[in-house]
């Protein structure tokens, strides 16, 4: 069975090597035509090329165990690479901004449009599918990289409708202006794409809360929850690459042996893993004291100092928060 490691390398070659037939093809079609709109669809495909070259390289560094100088492994590598594929994709839109303002002053020579035309049209529907397959393998192996390169290409895709539409129009109308005028429109829609990539890219390397993925840990706990867990708070997590480190503080009876309270921990591990791939958990042991009697459900206690009284939901605000009382370590 394939790793997850292959399976993003296969998607990133993949992804290179239809990038280099796109570029080839697309220059070629902006060479028979002179179209502005064609030359922007080409100028993305360069920076495809450049990216997806960026995305690889990622890859395998990201895949490399940490060691001494990187304790936590080489997984931020994959956001560092969408910041700087955003960042390419922003240049080359300026780019197709600058040529087509200056078509627009000095005028367009247009010609063979009909092949155009079909060329940019086969080159869009590739990298349609390739754009989709590229965004489910990064979903899949968790690779921010692979999806920031598949939220690319399908960008690309877009560029090629709108060339075309654009092309069309120049064709039955004859009016030759509209052709760096959609270029420019297409540019704009490239930067939006490039900005996008560039924030989630700081969002990661800023370690920015995941909400979904942390409404996801929540409810998680919520469903393997036990009555002797009496308090969970301070939950904190972070993602490197395909990897998420989850920490909280987690109150057991005060009279659990070591042993008893470390199998609860490596319980929770094993529930966490089923739900969230290549998870490591961190937890934080503290015991209860008798403030916390009113909290707990663990009905059964035979030290319980007065009844429950007092709700105790774990809901996302309350395990991100402070203790029920102060805290008290185990380990």
């Known amino acids: ?23 080839v093809s697309k220059m070629g079609a902006f060479l028979i035509t002179g179209s502005a709109a064609i030359f922007s669809d080409a100028a993305e495909s360069v920076v495809h090329v450049l990216a997806t070259s960026m995305a690889l390289y990622s890859i ?3 895949s490399r165990p940490a060691d001494d100088s990187h304790l936590y492994g080489h997984g931020n590598i994959e956001f560092f690479s969408a910041g700087v594929e955003g960042l390419l994709i922003i240049i080359a839109a300026i780019f197709i901004i600058y040529t087509s303002i200056i078509d627009i002053i000095k005028g367009s020579n247009l010609r063979s449009l009909n092949i155009g035309v ?3 049209s086969g080159a ?3 990298n349609l599918f390739l754009g989709f397959y ?39 109308t004859g009016i030759q202006i509209i052709d760096p005028i959609f270029a420019i429109a297409v540019a704009l829609n490239i930067l939006f794409t490039g900005y996008k990539l560039i924030r989630e890219s700081v969002g990661g390397l800023m370690n ?25 708070h301070w939950l904190r997590f972070w993602k490197s690459g395909d990897r998420v480190f989850v920490d909280f503080h987690l109150t057991l009876p005060h009279y659990f042996t070591i042993k008893e309270s470390h199998l609860e921990e490596e319980f929770i591990q094993e529930k966490l893993e089923n739900d969230i791939q ?21 009905l059964e206690c035979e030290v319980r100092k007065e009844d429950k009284t007092e ?21």
């Open 124 to 126: 869009g529907v590739i």
């Open 208 to 232: 920015e809360t995941d909400k979904l993925l942390l409404e996801k840990i929540v409810q998680r706990l919520n469903l393997i929850r036990k009555d002797y867990w009496i308090d969970i």
């Open 60 to 62: 395998i560094l990201a």
């Open 1 to 23: 069975m394939a790793t997850a490691l292959s399976l993003k390398k296969k998607a990133a070659y993949i992804s290179l090597f239809i990038g280099i037939g796109m570029f």
């Open 134 to 172: 590229l965004i489910k393998m990064g979903k899949k192996t968790n690779s921010i990289t692979l999806i920031a390169d598949g939220k690319h290409v399908l960008t690309d895709s877009y560029t090629s409708i709108g060339v075309i539409v654009g092309i069309v129009i120049v064709m039955f």
């Open 118 to 120: 079909f060329i940019i």
């Open 278 to 298: 290549n998870t490591q958990i961190r937890i934080h042991l503290d015991y209860c004291t008798e403030h916390l009697c009113k909290y707990c459900n663990y």
């Open 311 to 331: 709700k105790n939901i774990w809901d996302t605000n309350k395990l991100i928060g402070e203790p029920l009382t102060p805290r008290h370590h185990i380990s």
